[in-house]
């Protein structure tokens, strides 16, 4: 069987076949897109943070969004009850980009509104990325997601790495309100490939429903609640974010003791020396994260998915967690927990989240943008919120690096159990694939 330039070319990070490479590639340009914009909108955030002096609200922004979003995934559903993916995904992403313009014109007008702007932000990059995968996995049937899903992620990774070097220009040179317009610039061409994307994927060779179908009623609470496999899910995405937040809480604390131990003093020039040593670890910090997760996604991912499956590829990432846990309370060192840290955000960037958008691919369209929705949103939060708790204990009680390490221990033990149970109950919904077809 003779294959295309195209299927040879993306062969490395995915199996695309012919008929899918125009539909994959706009839909990997969408994710790419989408990610660069919201690194412009990250960027002008830390700005008017930094400026308004609003930083502190970091702290506590978590448990704001979680008390918005209570209110705005359930308007979210009721709207998607009433019009088609197609539809719902495009004026949600025009909702936003409108939001968008405004705090762009407030800004230019001189009005605070950093505090405000970060709590959108956080509620913009759960609930559009989010959706974006779900129309992802609405579009494509279960075999076509597990094949071409590695692809996509690449553009997510590429995006988030183009935006944030492009917002490190634009933001030498001008200021948050260019990188606002830029990003909105960006969501309006993402919006205009929604439909485009949805007319060029046949959907009679995927099973799938029509496009123009209206998506159907149901809540997305009502959902998970009953269907073990969706509930599974959430907890599972409630694990992962609890143990990568609370890993990040250790690592930078890690870090500012390190500073106080080499640099020690209150005068201006030790205060210098510990600020130039966060930034700098923080920088090599962040670039070796990024690479490792781009090739991740580019070369191991698709690889994982062929030969262990959807199912057991969700061990990978909590495995490693475990064994770098166990290796920081046994040597906690910066050199530990940067390792540690690295493999884990890694991980988590390509193929943790590559696997948690397949785990959808055997789910009704309702739960993909309404069960889903409620997942990838209110759940992450709650995750941070009850990582934030946990760090709040440990503080009260002194807590060491190496106790904290316990504690990670502990909550990686149950995530690998609730992926056991996700693994059978995943294995379970998912038809044994059937063989490919000899292309034309």
Known sequence: MRTSLIERVLAPVADVRRNEAASALLMTLL????????????????????????????????????????????????????????????????????????????????????????????????????????????????????????????????????????????????????????????????????????????????GKKPADEPIGAGGGFAMIRADRYLVLIAVFTLLLNVVNTTGEYLFGRYIVEQSLALHPGAGAEALAARERFVGETYSQFYSVVNLAGFLLQMFVVSRLFKWLGVAKSLLVHPVVAMLGYLLMIRTPSLQTISFVKVADNSINYSLSNTTRQALWLPTTREAKYKAKQTVDSLVVRAGDVASAGLVFIGERLAFTVSAFAGMQVGMVAIWLGVVGLLTVAQARRTPTAAPRAESA
């Not at 932000?121 to 076509?144: C, P, R, T």
């Not at 606002?180 to 949805?198: E, R, W």
């Open 31 to 206: 994710i790419f897109l989408l990610l660069a914009a919201y690194y412009l909108m990250k960027t002008g955030r830390e700005v008017l943070i930094l400026t308004e002096g609003g930083a502190a609200v970091k702290s506590y922004s978590s448990a704001g969004q979680a008390l918005l979003l209570l209110l705005i995934v359930p308007a979210y559903g009721a709207f998607a009850s009433r019009v088609t993916p197609v539809r719902l995904v495009t004026f949600v992403t025009l909702f936003f980009t409108a939001h968008q313009v405004l705090f762009a014109a407030a800004v230019a007008a001189g009005f605070n509104v950093g505090i405000l702007y970060f709590l959108w932000l956080g509620i913009f990059n759960l609930m559009v990325v989010a959706q974006f995968w779900a129309f992802a996995s609405d579009v494509y049937s279960e075999e076509q997601g597990r094949r071409l899903f590695p692809l996509i992620g690449v553009g997510g990774s590429l995006g988030a790495w183009v935006g944030s070097l492009r917002a490190g220009a634009i933001v030498g040179d001008a200021g948050p309100v260019t990188l606002f317009v830029n990003a909105s610039v960006l969501l309006l061409i993402c919006a205009a490939l929604v439909p485009l994307i949805a007319r060029m994927t046949p959907r009679s060779s995927t």
